[in-house]
């Protein structure tokens, strides 16, 4: 990093001249290498510590110091970023602690190296415990690449806790005559109730795909919905189901059933 970048970075950080500034991208064949690669730089330096940024405007860099700078490297929260920048409780900071023991240690380095969760819930079902996992829409593809093997790898070190992976998407309400004037931008289609819930259905199931569903109305007005997962999968997922239609009651308030019809063609 040139000179006058290192005085622009200082101005923004507010942080002296002492510091040792690389690029958020270094990378290293494993993490205890790079926390020792960057004890090494700051001593060689003679600097009070490392900071850390993507370029030289960025607003958030990351700072270490000689004396935190392995603890901060191996804190339990680096893949969890919630949104409004609060601090993730302890059960959330043993999900984020699991991803990086992963990232670490088995070969889904490569492809955790980016990924982060926002949060993590842990629901009754059935007298069972289950783990809901949100993650950035952004990144939502990405790990649906790696989830059969991520959860896998999970549901081992949880005991058995059956894990699911969803996407955080805003519900946005349905615009008022008085809230209609003042919203000129319409509500997109993928804001809406109906498509989130839809959309939350799909991330439960995943990699099972929905190959149809039905809308049973009782007397009362109750609806119960239907879903026709498909049959070739029912040996990897029936055992599952239950679990699927307690965490989608207790996320959205809806009753839904799960079934393997026979081929239509």
């Given at each position: 990093m040139s000179i006058p970048a290192t005085?622009?970075?200082?101005?923004?950080?507010?942080?002296?001249?002492?510091?040792?500034c690389i690029p958020a991208s270094f990378s290293c064949d494993s993490q205890v290498d790079k926390v020792g690669i960057f004890e090494h730089l700051a001593l060689q330096s003679?600097?009070?510590?490392?900071?850390?940024?993507d370029?030289?405007?960025?607003?958030?860099?990351?700072?270490?110091?000689?004396?935190?700078?392995?603890?901060?490297?191996?804190?339990?929260?680096?893949?969890?970023?919630?949104?409004?920048?609060?601090?993730?409780?302890?059960?959330?900071a043993s999900i984020s602690n699991a991803l990086l023991e992963l990232e670490m240690n088995s070969d889904l380095k490569s492809h955790l190296r980016e990924l982060y969760i926002t949060k993590a819930k842990e629901l009754e079902t059935n007298n069972?415990?289950?783990?809901?996992?949100?993650?950035?829409?952004?990144?939502?593809?990405?790990f649906q690449k790696?989830?059969?093997?991520?959860?896998?790898?999970?549901?081992?070190?949880?005991?058995g806790k059956h894990v699911m992976f969803?996407?955080?998407?805003?519900?946005l309400p349905k615009p008022t005559r008085k809230t209609r004037t003042k919203n000129k931008q319409k509500r997109p289609r993928s804001r809406t109730l109906t498509s989130v819930y839809d959309a939350l259905l799909e991330d439960i199931v995943y990699p099972v795909e929905i190959v149809g569903k039905r809308i049973r109305v009782k007397l009362d007005g109750s609806q119960v919905i239907k879903v026709h997962l498909d049959k070739n999968e029912q040996t990897n997922i029936e055992h599952k189901v239950d679990t699927?239609?307690?965490?989608?009651?207790?996320l959205t308030g809806r009753d839904v059933t799960f079934e393997f019809p026979e081929s239509y063609v």
């Open positions: 005085r622009e970075l200082e101005k923004r950080t507010k942080v002296r001249s002492s510091y040792l003679r600097v009070e510590g490392v900071i850390m940024t370029f030289v405007g960025s607003r958030n860099p990351r700072v270490y110091h000689n004396a935190t700078l392995p603890r901060v490297m191996f804190t339990a929260n680096a893949k969890i970023i919630k949104s409004g920048g609060s601090e993730p409780d302890q059960f959330e069972k415990k289950s783990i809901i996992i949100y993650v950035p829409m952004p990144k939502l593809k990405a790696i989830q059969t093997r991520l959860v896998r790898e999970l549901e081992k070190k949880f005991s969803v996407g955080e998407r805003k519900i699927f239609a307690s965490v989608y009651k207790q």
